[in-house]
């Protein structure tokens, strides 16, 4: 019969206390820092265990002694987009959140895991490390968050909210900046406007049904044609629009879901000779300080960086103190600049 993981802790313990020539308590008390077991023996007894590979619980010891204040804060590495955590957006949001932490007094432990594997996310939790979690983005594995909130790991999710979510989210209103960009590219006088963004990721995809709402109310449908499926890579965003500017499809505007992929629009749209915003009126998605500088400056949607760390982080003390979070969407709003002017 297989041993059920505390038998085996327990194994494994007894293990450390036969090759240390002491007793199983004698270890107990030296892996939880027990002052009581002198230094020299403590130190054998830590240098066995790693040998041993034994996982220590280090939430329930510095719980014990009352000193564990970090939270995880993860970043999913997506091996399709190779998004990475230099990414200005991870950095600002990370930023707001390490700041919202500190303020509360709290730790922050910067984390990464594959996005196909969001629930790895869980061990830092259970082996103690952190009292709570946080992950950047749902990536495609809503599943995968909803069984880790289901068994009462304290988490919540930059990202968007949706249907059937037992999981705490805060984030910008997706559908809600997807709208006014698209909104205001109709009121210039915009009518053919791609969509570059890879609508499988949860926040995208709102985004793209606030594109595809403006469209629809002011009497257009949304064209499959103008629908650019990229991940957040600036290489498949250049690949993509140089296979649209070549072909024969017809285009005015561009709606992006970064401000990396809308820079990158409007270079791709430059080397096939177009002007922005005088061919293609293009809007961005974050509004990263980047933005201001950008030849011309990128007309964005503002994402509330600065307000969603303490969201984020009031979310999660909420949930560790055993109340009920509900999932917040925090406003957002267009930023005009000269990549999408209003025209006189």
Not at 177 to 194: C, D, E, K, P, Y
Not at 218 to 240: K, S, Y
């Amino acid at each position: 019969m297989t041993a059920t993981p505390a038998e085996h802790k327990r194994l494994q313990m007894a293990d450390i206390a036969r090759l240390a020539g002491v007793s199983v308590s004698t270890v107990s008390r030296a892996l939880s820092g027990s002052t009581l077991i002198n230094e020299e023996t403590r130190k054998r007894i830590e240098q066995l265990a790693r040998s041993l590979n034994y996982s220590v619980n280090l939430g329930a010891q510095n719980l014990r002694l009352q000193k564990n204040q970090t939270i995880a804060v993860v970043v999913p590495f997506d091996a399709q987009s190779r998004q990475h955590i230099s990414d200005p957006f991870f950095l600002s949001i990370v930023g707001s959140i390490a700041d919202a932490l500190t303020d509360r007094g709290y730790d922050m432990l910067l984390s990464r895991v594959d996005a196909e594997r969001l629930d790895t996310a869980a061990a830092l939790f259970d082996s103690g490390k952190a009292i709570g979690l946080v992950i950047i983005g749902q990536w495609r594995h809503h599943d995968q968050l909803n069984a880790m909130a289901a068994r009462q790991v304290p988490v919540v999710v930059w990202g968007g909210q949706l249907p059937q979510q037992l999981y705490c989210s805060v984030g910008g209103d997706n559908v809600g900046g997807g709208f006014l960009a698209t909104r205001h590219l109709l009121q210039q006088g915009r009518r053919r406007i791609v969509f570059l963004g890879d609508a499988q990721l949860p926040e995208v995809q709102l985004r793209r049904q606030g594109y595809v709402q403006a469209l629809h109310e002011a009497g257009w449908a949304a064209d499959a044609r103008l629908e650019l499926p990229v991940p957040f890579e600036i290489i498949a965003a250049r690949q993509a629009l140089d296979r649209l500017c070549a072909g024969r499809t017809r285009f005015d505007g561009l709606v992006a879901c970064s401000d990396l992929l809308a820079l990158q629009a409007v270079q791709s749209l430059r080397v096939h000779g177009r002007e922005v915003p005088r061919d293609v009126a293009v809007i961005g998605y974050d509004d990263m300080p980047l933005a201001t500088y950008s030849d011309p400056p990128l007309t964005t949607v503002h994402q509330p960086v600065g307000l969603a760390g303490g969201e984020i982080v009031d979310a999660l003390l909420s949930l560790m103190r055993g109340e009920r979070a509900a999932p917040r969407t925090l406003p957002v709003h267009l930023v005009l600049r000269d990549s999408a002017p209003v025209q006189a």
